[in-house]
């Protein structure tokens, strides 16, 4: 639409004489149906609503540029990372997971860090968090989680059973669980928060020498959190208080930036790493492969209308250029299909071609075509090959060398070298005191919710981590610590069957 057109007029430009006043006949009359545009104003309405993303429905986001600042080029091809001082276009936008499209920004919930590169060689999306970790390590678990976060279907409400009864049967969530209840699960905005691409990607260079990559984008505008008080109260007096804020820092011309970092981690020190580098549930320990700098993120414009450019923004894990690519990470495998499919479900099979989406710099040319909304779609030859002038694939040189695969196909349960360790370790050596006494005091204050066998079980989650953890856990629930002990010796499956 034309915001600047001065006469008022129909979706299709005809001039509209008067839009205060429906034709009826006579004064008092019922209304006519030749009044098409009473009737084409009334039925947009009715259509204004798209539906919500399952998860990520609460978001806002902001255009900017990322600059290459050290030149990593000889692990990877992409074209946008050729050089120190390139500069590529970018959407950001940032969400909460589990509420709705108008749920408050405060909540305790991971956060979403979406980042797209509008690059020459198309569109890259990093499609990450606020956390270096995840709850889940396989797709497969991924619709359930996210059931067990989000309304009980009976009562149309959050659900404290279901929340913790499927972490506490899914143990390998407790690292996760661990951060969204330390300070850092309630951003105090979302310039004040770090994102990580938390799955490990990898990196290919022109000579098809591969590197495996994690990305870390820290904030420059420092961490900044909220306690659970300030975030309960800012709940009913500002829900949309992050969204607010990066609106009117960017207004004010206070961009925000990060500076992103990549873990680089060759090959072969994957092989036999005391780590599973495919496992989102754990991070990569700085010490053993540490943070190198790669560039600036810089956000500097806001969205002229939120609907059309954040709404409408899809993400998708599975948007790579040359240069980078999946890793067998479980979770992210799934992920590759999912997002695409949501957005086909959301947007439409033509969402690509909404100019937030586009690929700006590297215009599609392909022989897809037609569908819902298509907007060109081009006039040439319509398959491939063709011996018409059609555009024609670009050659070996831009798709990732092939590598080995073998194994037996069946569906193998993770085999973690442990799932508590790293718990452990962020309250032992991360945490300061006050950060411990916020952790427990939060956990407590949500546990305290559910029934009494899923705070047992919750609390031998927590004390499997670290054994003060998990006593001071029980203690402010008013458990009997020497149970927690006593269960905590079981195996899961013991466990599990003493607390159902
Ligand atoms: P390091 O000692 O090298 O770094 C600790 C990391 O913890 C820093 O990246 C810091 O982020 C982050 N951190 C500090 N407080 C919190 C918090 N309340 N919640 C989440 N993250 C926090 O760590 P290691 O690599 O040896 O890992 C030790 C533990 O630190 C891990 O088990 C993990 O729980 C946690 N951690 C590690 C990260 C990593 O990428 N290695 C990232 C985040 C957490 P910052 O520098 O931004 O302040």
Same mark, same amino acid.
């Given at each position: 639409m034309n915001q600047k057109k001065e006469t008022l007029t129909t979706a299709f430009g005809a001039p509209v004489a008067d839009d205060q006043n429906s034709i009826t006949a006579g004064a008092d009359g019922p209304a006519l149906l030749q009044d098409v545009k009473l009737l084409e104003k009334l039925a947009h309405f009715n259509r204004e609503r798209i539906p919500e993303r399952v998860v990520h429905a609460k978001g806002a986001g902001a255009h900017g540029y990322f600059i290459v600042t050290n030149d990593l080029s000889r692990y990877t091809r992409a074209a946008f990372l050729s050089e120190v001082g390139k500069r590529t276009d970018t959407f950001v936008r940032f969400s909460t997971v589990g509420g709705g499209r108008d749920s408050a920004d405060t909540e305790r919930d991971p956060r979403g860090f979406a980042v797209k590169f509008y690059t020459e060689e198309g569109n890259y999306d990093l499609?990450? $968090?606020?956390?270096? @970790?995840?709850?889940?390590?396989?797709?497969?678990k991924f619709p359930d989680f996210i059931h067990s976060q989000k309304k009980n279907p009976a009562t149309n409400c959050k659900d404290p059973d279901m929340f913790w009864d499927f972490l506490s049967l899914t143990p390998e969530s407790v690292h996760q669980v661990t951060i969204l209840f330390s300070?850092?699960?309630?951003?105090?905005?979302?310039?004040h928060m770090n994102g990580y691409g938390s799955h490990t990607f990898k990196w290919y260079n022109e000579a098809g020498e591969f590197v495996w990559v994690k990305y870390h984008i820290k904030t420059d505008q420092g961490n900044r959190t909220l306690s659970e008080t300030e975030a309960v109260k800012l709940r009913g007096e500002d829900p949309d208080h992050a969204t607010r804020d990066l609106y009117r820092a960017i207004e004010k011309g206070e961009f925000p930036s990060w500076t992103v970092y990549v873990q680089v981690i060759p090959p072969g020190a994957a092989?036999?790493?005391?780590? $599973?580098?495919?496992? @989102?549930?754990?991070v990569v320990p700085h010490s053993d492969f540490p943070l190198q700098e790669l560039g600036k993120l810089v956000l500097n414009r806001n969205p002229e209308n939120y609907f059309a450019e954040v709404e409408q923004a899809a993400f998708n894990p599975g948007s790579l250029v040359p240069g980078i690519a999946a890793s067998p990470d479980k979770l992210l495998q799934g992920r590759l299909f999912g997002y695409h499919d949501a957005h086909l479900h959301r947007l439409g099979p033509n969402y690509h071609q909404i100019p937030i989406n586009q690929s700006r710099n590297s215009p599609e040319t392909n022989y897809q075509r037609d569908s819902y909304m298509q907007q060109g779609g081009g006039s040439g030859p319509n398959y491939w090959p063709n011996t018409m002038g059609g555009p024609a694939p670009a050659g070996p040189g831009v798709e990732e060398a092939g590598f080995d695969v073998s194994g037996h196909a069946a569906r193998h349960p993770f085999v973690p070298a442990d799932d508590y360790k790293q718990a452990g370790d962020l309250f032992r050596k991360v945490m300061d005191e006050p950060r411990r006494e916020a952790l427990v005091s939060n956990i407590v204050g949500h546990l305290k919710g559910a029934l009494g066998r899923l705070q047992l079980r919750s609390s031998v989650m927590f004390f499997k981590a670290d054994e003060e953890y998990g006593r001071r856990v029980a203690e402010g629930l008013g458990l009997n610590v020497a149970r927690i002990e006593e269960l905590a010796a079981m195996s899961h499956e013991e466990l599990v069957k003493a607390t159902s």
């Open positions: 499609v990450g $968090n606020n956390t270096p @970790v995840f709850f889940i390590r396989d797709a497969m300070d850092r699960g309630v951003p105090f905005s979302y310039r092989m036999d790493y005391k780590w $599973n580098i495919f496992d @989102v549930t754990k």
